[in-house]
Structure formats: structure tokens, C-alpha cells
């Protein structure tokens, strides 16, 4: 029955953003397009998609895609340009306008900033990249401010959780959710990879990047333009973490397995030692977090692929018709994105799990 309702929660939610993208508000920075013009072709469409897939620097809700107008609230933006520069975003005007502080110009060009004049020059290069100097950015972005929200509330719910086990054996309330949850990354994760000694040590790490992708890509199905784990930035620190935890806590048995194996000629091992290093450094973490990165994008890009067929179709089936095609294929791929985005935290905690297992497995000498 809880399965049920969050579909039907989440149904509604897709109908939404549907609807508020029927117009396909046009991309500020795509210069050739007049303020007020719907996206309607398919080359306005495709750099409407990569647009949405970006992080940015100020959270849009809503843009009306009549008169232009942005319906949300701006960031701070923090940069380092030989000095430390703090302003709001909304002095770029959504990359319409030039920011000035402490003197220097600054401008936003598909969501990077670069430094420039007080008129906003940019020297492109052959292909059409900015050569402008470019500050460190340490902004809040639209994904820092999703991870922030999911750290928050995973905090509440969690706490929650805690305080209810002091007080009792049984939770309550929605501490029920949560419990078989837990139960299942516990006896259907980490006790099987890593075993009965040693999961324990492990649980704290593992509880948190599952219940942590898992509400990120939720929240990448409500209608807020949130794509933090289609972010590589994200899915590149999560992996980084799960294989700076397997090699610190590798046993001398795992070490001389992958540094002297026994086992094989002397004259081989040198060779095996690179490529099983190779192996564990980065092919292992860039599975990690390819997986998920391509994953979580590639839904994103359906949904809204499927969404641009009531105007690409338009034409050949009509409004009603190709808006119809279009509701029913977005509804039929989201439902599938829901499982999806559990089956990715299910992925990337198991297989984080497993690479641990691996590193701390005690192994029997005969």
C-alpha cells in the first residue's frame, strides 16, 4: 500500500513537470533566441536538454516562456580571483548582465564564470570556448544546495530513528520505513561482502551513500532541476570516498596479494602488481561512478526527450494527439525511473561493499 501511494505521489509530480514545461522556456544562454520565444525547434531543444542537465548558479522554479520572466532565488557566489570575491547571482541576471566586485567584471557563460571588461567581452577560441581567465569557484549551486537539503534531512529522519531505539526496541511512526531498509543494507549488503566480523565497521559508510544517492535521485524526479547525481563532480567524490576506505583499510594478506602474488613466477609479479594496482585505483572507482553518473543522465535525458515529442510531433499528429503520446510515454519511463533511481543506490552500495569485502577478507593458507 506505501509502495501504491508514493507511485501515485510521484505520478503527480511528473504530471507537473510536465505541464510546466509544456512551453519549453527559452535557454539565456543561447543568444540567438528572442526573449519570449518558445524552444520549438530540434537543435533549441537538444541545447535545452543539455541546459537542464547543468548545474547552475541561481535555483529557477519556473520560467515563463512568453515574457521570459524567472520565477525563483539567486546564490551566493563565491570565487578566488587573487582575492576573495562574495555577491549574489542575481547580479548576473541569469548571464545577461556583467557582475562587478572589488573592481574586477565577471560573466556567466553556460554556467561557468570567467573574468572579463565592464562590457563582458569574450575571446572564443576555434571551439567556441571562452580563452578568458577563469577564478576558482567555490559557489553554491544549485546541486550543492540538493545535497545540502537531502544532508538535512537525512540528519532529521535518522535522528529520529536514533531516538526511537533509545526508547524502545520497536520504532514508530515513519522510523517504520526506515527500519526495513536498514535491515536490508545490513543482512543483504554488508554482512554477505564483507562478513560477520568486520560489516559492522562499515554499516555508518554504507547506510549513508545509499539512503544519500537514493533521496538525491528521487529528488531528481521532482520538478526543481535538480540533477545532482547526474553530476560527474558528485558521482567522481563518492567514488573517491568508497575506494579511499577499501585501500585504508586493505590487510597485509590484500597488500601482498596485489603487490608480491604468491603463487606465480617471480618474473610476473612486478606485472601483476601494476595492473591489479590499475585495477583498484581507478578502474574499480570509475565503474563506480561512471555507472551511476551515465545512468541517472541518460533517464534525464529520456524523460525530457519524451516531453519534447508534443512539439517535435506536433506537426504531424496534431496538439491533442502528439501532447497524449507524449504524457503517456513520460508517466510509463518515470514509474521506471523511480525503480531506477533505487536500483543505482542498491548498485553503487553493493558494489562499494563488495571491493571492502575484498580488502579486509581474511584468506586461508594452506
Known amino acids: 500500500m506505501m509502495i501504491a501511494k508514493k507511485s501515485i505521489s510521484f505520478i503527480v509530480v511528473i504530471v507537473f513537470t510536465i505541464f510546466s514545461n509544456f512551453s519549453f522556456a527559452e535557454n539565456k544562454n543561447q543568444p540567438e533566441q528572442t ?83 565592464a562590457e563582458g567581452t569574450l575571446t572564443l577560441d576555434d571551439h567556441n ?30 535522528g529520529a530513528l536514533a531516538r526511537d531505539y533509545k526508547k524502545g526496541p520497536l520504532p514508530t511512526g515513519f522510523s517504520r520505513v526506515l527500519e526495513p531498509l536498514v535491515l536490508y543494507v ?30 538525491l535521485n ?19 567524490c563518492l567514488a573517491l570516498f568508497t575506494m579511499i576506505i577499501y585501500m585504508s583499510s586493505g590487510t597485509k594478506e590484500f597488500w601482498i596479494h596485489i603487490l608480491w602474488m604468491p603463487g606465480v613466477p617471480y618474473i ?12 583498484y585505483v581507478l578502474i574499480k572507482p570509475f565503474s563506480l561512478l561512471i555507472r551511476l553518473f551515465a545512468n541517472i543522465t541518460a533517464g534525464h535525458v529520456v524523460v525530457m526527450s519524451l516531453i519534447a515529442l508534443m512539439i517535435t510531433l506536433k506537426a504531424a499528429f496534431g496538439p491533442v494527439v502528439s501532447t497524449g ?29 563488495l571491493f571492502i569485502g575484498m580488502a579486509v577478507a581474511e584468506h586461508d593458507h594452506h
Open 35 to 117: 526573449l519570449g520565444n518558445p524552444v520549438d525547434t530540434q537543435e533549441e531543444i537538444d541545447a535545452y536538454i543539455q541546459h537542464h542537465l547543468q548545474d547552475a548558479h541561481d535555483f529557477v522554479l519556473f520560467t515563463n516562456g512568453n515574457t521570459g520572466n524567472h520565477i525563483g532565488f539567486p546564490l551566493p557566489i563565491i570565487i578566488w580571483d587573487e582575492e576573495l570575491h562574495f555577491f549574489s547571482s542575481s547580479k548576473f541576471h541569469h548571464g545577461e548582465s556583467v557582475a562587478e566586485s572589488n573592481g574586477k567584471y565577471y560573466v556567466l557563460f553556460h554556467e561557468k564564470i570567467y573574468r572579463t571588461d
Open 129 to 158: 570556448h571562452p580563452t578568458n581567465v577563469r577564478p576558482l569557484d567555490f559557489s553554491i549551486t544549485k546541486s550543492v544546495v540538493g545535497m545540502l537539503l537531502i544532508g538535512t534531512l537525512m540528519l532529521l529522519i535518522f
Open 186 to 215: 545490513r543482512d543483504e549488503i554488508a554482512r554477505p561482502n564483507i562478513g560477520e566480523k568486520k560489516y559492522r565497521n562499515y554499516m555508518s559508510f554504507l547506510l549513508t551513500v545509499f539512503f544519500f544517492i537514493w533521496f
Open 218 to 236: 528521487l529528488l531528481g524526479l521532482m520538478p526543481f532541476g535538480f540533477n545532482v547525481t547526474g553530476n560527474i563532480a558528485v558521482t567522481v
Open 268 to 279: 610476473l609479479r612486478p606485472v601483476l602488481a601494476i595492473i591489479e594496482l590499475i585495477g
Open 325 to 353: 503520446m507524449s504524457l503517456f510515454l513520460t508517466l510509463f519511463i518515470s514509474i521506471i525511473e523511480i525503480l531506477i533511481a533505487f536500483l543505482q543506490a542498491f548498485i553503487f552500495t553493493m558494489l562499494s561493499s
